[in-house]
C-alpha cells in the first residue's frame, strides 16, 4: 500500500480525547477508579476494556504517550488510511 500524504485527522482526535480524559481526571479523581481497567471488577465495569486506554498516570506519562501517538500514529495513519488506522487503534 502506497504512503499517503493525507492530514493524520483519526490521530488528533484521539490525542484530543487523550488530554480530555486527562484533564476530567485530575478535576475528579474518582474517574481514574471508574475509567481504569481493575482486574478484580472487569465483569461489572466492561467499558473500561476501552476507557483504560485515555488513563494515565501523570503529566510526563500523558506526554511521552502523545508524542509517541504523534508520531508512530501518524505514520500508520498515512501508510493504511483512515479506515485501517481505526480499525487497528
Known amino acids: 500500500m ?3 500524504g493525507s492530514r493524520p485527522v483519526a490521530v488528533w482526535v484521539i490525542i484530543g ?3 480530555l480524559v486527562f484533564i476530567a481526571t485530575l478535576v475528579s479523581r474518582n474517574l481514574i477508579l471508574l475509567l481504569g481497567l ?3 471488577s472487569f465483569l461489572a465495569m466492561p467499558w473500561a ?3 483504560n486506554l ?4 501523570g503529566f510526563w506519562h500523558i506526554i ?3 508524542i509517541t501517538l504523534y508520531f508512530f500514529g501518524s505514520f500508520l495513519y498515512r501508510l ?3 479506515p485501517r488506522f481505526l480499525l487497528a487503534a
Open 38 to 40: 481493575q482486574p478484580a
Open 54 to 57: 485515555f488513563v494515565h498516570s
Open 49 to 51: 476494556i476501552v476507557t
Open 64 to 66: 511521552a504517550n502523545m
Open 2 to 4: 502506497a504512503y499517503q
Open 80 to 82: 493504511i488510511g483512515m
Open 17 to 19: 480525547v487523550n488530554l
